[in-house]
């Protein structure tokens, strides 16, 4: 069974960036799409990026367009988000997450969750 293991996250003032990084364990990773999805408190989980299996397809939500970068090292098992110009409305647990079945922006495509980690935006 693959497992995720995200890090990276913490505590940045509004305008700043974090690199987030999800380690996979298991020999599927390569032929998996991956995903990032965050929850802010009170809210449900939200689709941010997803990346093809190569990384030459990607995919964003509008709000994060522009300012957040997917992308991945199947050598290494690992796929990053990078966040710039991060706003207070970022602030969110992420969730690094391997594709199943179904559409790549819904949760329930998605068999495999990592823990998440905290990313926590000031104004």
């Known amino acids: 069974q693959v497992q995720l293991v995200e890090s990276g996250g913490g505590l940045v003032q509004a305008g700043g960036s974090l690199r987030l990084a999800c380690a996979a364990s298991g020999r599927t990773f390569s032929s998996s799409v991956m995903g990032w999805f965050r929850q802010a408190p009170g809210k449900g989980r939200e689709f941010v990026s997803a990346?093809?299996?190569?990384?030459?397809?990607?995919y964003y939500a509008d709000a994060v367009k522009g300012r957040f970068t997917i992308s991945r090292d199947n050598a290494k098992n690992t796929v990053y988000l990078q966040m710039n110009n991060l706003k207070p409305e970022d602030t969110a647990v992420y969730y690094c997450a391997g594709h199943y079945s179904g559409r790549y922006y819904d949760t329930v495509a998605y068999g495999c969750w990592g823990q998440g980690t905290q990313v926590t935006v000031s104004s």
């Open positions: 990346i093809s299996t190569s990384g030459g397809t990607t």
